[in-house]
């Protein structure tokens, strides 16, 4: 129920950022993608962060960490576990299971976040012009591409949002109390996500140098996530460090982001790893 | 009923960090029958209970249960033994029946045959009223009477109750003691674990008694008495005045008399039966006044006390 408010919370800051941003700038091709990236920032009109980074940052971490943090110790304090355990069933299935279905959650918050910022886009002139926008340009309806890329960007949160399930299940594991598995987690993520953006910010701005902590900074999740998430939906602009004129085509984009890809499933994969085996070694008593 | 080894060990053990919590540990449990296991906390009751379900791998030694080896087929262990931990839980979103249906779920049971078998059971452990409430409303009571009831869905060959009573009023204690009592009629052996001496002594046929993790003794409660006290199995007190050690003579030569102390007044007999008859008897004959005359029948309390005292020497 929250995280359903918090899905349509998304989607709104991404309609207001995208919305005043796009009456700003007017660019050629993909404006219905600029819907998921365009953000505002500007002294007059204030910040708004734009619905891949909110996404990336903010919404997917948690939705992750929500559905992680206590798939395991919960069931053992409430005893629940060493009934199931006892059970002829084996013991991966319970982790595989508790795995499968928060990944279903996740695939329906995210699709309602996406599908609330479409369905507000296709809206955008009526709506723009009710809430005093001027609409900027003609909207077209999203062409066959733009739904590729959205699509793989679907795909590439479900993966991000995979990553901090397994994260936050890890330590659901490995601690008894929901509290503490909570707040190691949550510690991770502001550390991971904010903390680093914050990080590589400073350094942005002080030096122009890639030092190695820069590059350290760079396999953490939330920058590959919005990185590749960036280049998949926003072609024109900056890429995974290069700027390019024309819009790159869709294989392009695919080949640019290939090693986010590759980085942030491996990264899931050793998470969900590691759960798995602490769950398999450990004894799980009733007391 | 014919009676087979349902469950039996073999120098079964477990470590932990070098600490040895169970320490080869022999005893069997036969189909049809009562096994209590008792010991104090911290006995090593949970963690064998753990090896023979293969929950936890053995140090050294091994189970066999109903002809398989826990460690090597956990899940054909779990198939055919119920199970219910010290502290049970349900899904408090869930009600009684879907609670049960799952369970029933997981061990491939088809929903016809587990809906009449969960009717049944929660019929037999009282809970008809409560079917279709959410467990989170259910009372301690409840909540450990549901818990037997879902050890009991897979129709098990035998069920593992630790501490069943943990936590319950008297009325509760009862309720649940006479519900386990009639699970042997239907073929069902019963493994109790329990630190309460008169809740085993009241249902069990056999007892196992367990301390830092060996096994000090395993019989029936009425063996048990005559091993721990080399002597019978009632104690008998006579207060009398100025006994004389003539008297003490004759009432220790008299059949079935075993042992005769004197302690002041009041002459202490352990006898096989009670013999209260012919010790007034005796006592009248040789002219000796009875003041006073008490017969006790020896509890596994005596017993539990006596072996523990033992052990601590």
């Known amino acids: 129920m929250i995280v359903f408010l918090v899905a349509v919370f998304t989607s709104i800051i991404a309609y207001y950022s995208a919305a005043e941003g796009i009456s700003l700038r007017i660019t050629g091709e993909f404006i219905f993608l600029r819907l998921f990236t365009t953000q505002i920032r500007n002294w007059e009109l204030g910040f708004l962060i734009s619905f891949v980074n909110f996404t990336a940052l903010f919404f997917i971490p948690l939705i992750g960490i929500s559905l992680g943090f206590d798939a395991i ?39 309602i976040a996406l599908f609330l910022t479409v369905g507000y886009g296709v809206g955008l002139r009526s709506v723009a012009s009710l809430l005093g926008f001027q609409p900027p340009i003609a909207f077209p309806p999203p062409g066959a591409e733009e739904l590729i890329r959205l699509f793989i960007y679907f795909a590439f949160s479900i993966i991000y949002g995979a990553f901090w399930m397994g994260l936050a299940m890890i330590f659901s594991i490995a601690s008894r109390s929901t509290a503490t598995s909570l707040l190691t987690s949550l510690g991770l993520w502001i550390f991971l996500s904010i903390g680093t953006v914050l990080i590589l910010w400073a350094i942005g701005r002080t030096t122009q140098e890639v030092t190695t902590l820069t590059s350290v900074l760079q396999v953490t999740p939330a920058i590959l996530f919005a990185d590749a998430t960036n280049t998949m939906l926003f072609p024109l602009g900056m890429t995974t460090g290069v700027f390019v004129q024309n819009p790159l085509s869709l294989g392009q984009s695919l080949l640019d982001i290939w090693p986010q890809l590759t980085g942030l499933i491996s990264l899931t994969a050793i998470c969900f790893a590691a759960s798995y085996m602490l769950f398999m070694r450990q004894e799980i008593r009733s007391t | 009923m014919n009676e087979e080894t349902i469950i039996e060990t073999h120098n079964l053990s477990k470590r932990y960090d070098n600490i040895t919590v169970v320490d080869q540990l022999n005893f069997h449990v036969q189909s049809g029958e009562i096994f209590g296991l008792l010991g104090p906390n911290g006995a090593g009751k949970t ?74 059971l929660l019929h037999t452990v009282g809970l008809d009223d409560a079917l279709d409430k959410l467990v989170g409303q259910f009372s301690r009571g409840m909540k450990q009477r549901l818990g037997i009831a879902d050890a009991l869905v897979k129709e098990p060959k035998v069920v593992i109750f630790d501490e069943p009573t943990a936590g319950l009023d008297p009325e509760g204690i009862n309720q649940i003691l006479d519900l386990l009592r009639d699970l042997p009629k239907k073929g069902t052996a019963v493994i109790m674990c329990s630190h309460r001496l008169y809740e085993v002594q009241r249902i069990c046929d056999r007892v196992g008694i ?40 004759t009432l220790g ?61």
Request: charged share 25%; glycine share 8%; with cysteine.
């Open chain 2, 210 to 249: 367990l301390s830092r993790g060996r096994m000090l003794v395993e019989d029936t409660i009425e063996h048990l008495g005559r091993e721990a006290f080399g002597g019978g199995l009632f104690r008998i007190e006579v207060e009398t005045v100025k006994p004389s050690a003539q008297l003490i003579k």
């Open chain 2, 47 to 120: 963690t064998t209970i753990l090896m023979l379900m293969g929950l936890t791998e053995p140090y050294s030694g091994n189970a066999k249960v109903c002809g398989y080896d826990p460690t090597r087929e956990p899940l054909k262990v779990k198939r055919l033994v119920g199970y219910m931990p010290e502290k049970v839980g349900f899904y408090d979103n869930l009600t009684a029946r879907e609670n049960l249906d799952f369970i029933a779920e997981l061990n491939q049971i088809d929903a016809t045959t587990a809906n009449q078998t969960i009717d049944e």
């Open chain 1, 73 to 111: 110790n919960k069931e053992r304090t409430s005893g629940t576990l060493s009934r199931i355990v006892s059970q002829p069933v084996f013991r991966d299935t319970i982790i595989n299971a508790k795995f499968l279905a928060g990944l279903a959650v996740l695939a329906v918050m995210v699709t």
């Open chain 2, 253 to 313: 030569d008299t059949q079935g008399i075993e042992r005769v102390e004197l302690h002041d007044n009041i002459i202490i007999i352990s006898a096989d039966s009670d013999r209260r008859t012919q010790i007034s008897g005796i006592l009248v004959t040789n002219g000796f006044p009875i003041k006073e005359i008490k017969i006790q029948e020896y509890t596994l309390d005596d017993i539990y006390m006596k072996y523990f005292r033992k052990e601590a020497l």
